[in-house]
């Protein structure tokens, strides 16, 4: 494929449609960037060697103007000095210099026309390769943006999580601390109760106590 092709095929793509399509927008930009950097370089080099190669006709331009003025001024030289037939090769080497010269100037025209071309294409090409960079910078930051959110809603929901999980085990340990107060602490009529039977039991002793010792004394009589 020439580098006008490849030009001509870049410059006539629609970038946002090829990005809305694209399964990875990020790695398409990129390839779209580096073809188009690539192209430029071509272009570029194309353009110069146009340069180089109008500079060079330019000056063999220059040389076929000064051969052709000589061999003229020779040609009036030799019919001043009745010399017909060095006139006529001088006219010849004229002749030869002036059709040399025609084709010259039509050469340093095309190559006008293609260095003008190709600074033309070379500035569209920037233009298109600098809003190329553009919607890499942007598709980047939306990127992170994604990336820095997602991990945002993921610390909330680890947060909540935790929290959740605090505030149960809190509330579990606080129903742990009441029931075991409360296995400390009786109701009162319970308490009064327990406290009578306990004073009962302890009349119970005292009387069986008293009862076994007058029947040992009653015995040792």
């Given at each position: 494929m020439s580098i006008f092709t490849r030009f001509k095929d870049i410059?006539?793509?629609?970038?946002?449609?090829?990005?809305d399509k694209a399964e990875d927008p990020e790695?398409?930009?990129?390839?779209?960037?580096?073809?188009?950097?690539?192209?430029?370089v071509e272009l570029k080099s194309a353009c110069a060697g146009a340069m180089a190669?109008?500079?060079r006709v330019g000056r063999e331009l220059d040389l076929a103007r000064e051969k052709e003025v000589l061999w003229e001024g020779r040609a009036s030289l030799a019919v001043q000095r009745g010399r017909d037939d060095l006139a006529r090769e001088a006219l010849n080497e004229k002749l030869f210099y002036s059709e040399k010269f025609a084709g010259l100037e039509e050469e340093s025209t095309r190559f006008e026309a293609l260095i003008e071309q190709s600074q033309t294409d070379i500035a569209v090409l920037e233009e298109k390769l600098q809003n190329a960079k553009e919607k890499k910078r942007i598709l980047v930051q939306r990127h992170i943006r994604a990336d820095v959110s997602r991990r945002a809603r993921q610390d909330v929901?680890?947060?909540?999580?935790?929290?959740?999980?605090?505030?149960?085990?809190?509330?579990?340990?606080?129903?742990?601390?009441?029931?075991?107060e409360a296995d400390m602490v009786l109701p009162p009529k319970r308490r009064d109760l327990e406290h009578e039977f306990a004073t009962l039991e302890g009349h119970q002793d005292v009387?069986?106590?008293?009862?076994?010792?007058?029947?040992?004394?009653?015995?040792?009589?």
């Open positions: 410059v006539s793509a629609n970038m946002n449609a090829m990005l790695k398409m930009i990129k390839l779209m960037i580096r073809e188009m950097e690539e192209t430029l190669d109008a500079k929901r680890r947060a909540a999580s935790e929290e959740a999980m605090a505030r149960f085990e809190d509330f579990e340990h606080r129903i742990e601390r009441m029931e075991a009387e069986a106590q008293l009862q076994a010792l007058k029947d040992r004394i009653a015995g040792g009589k």
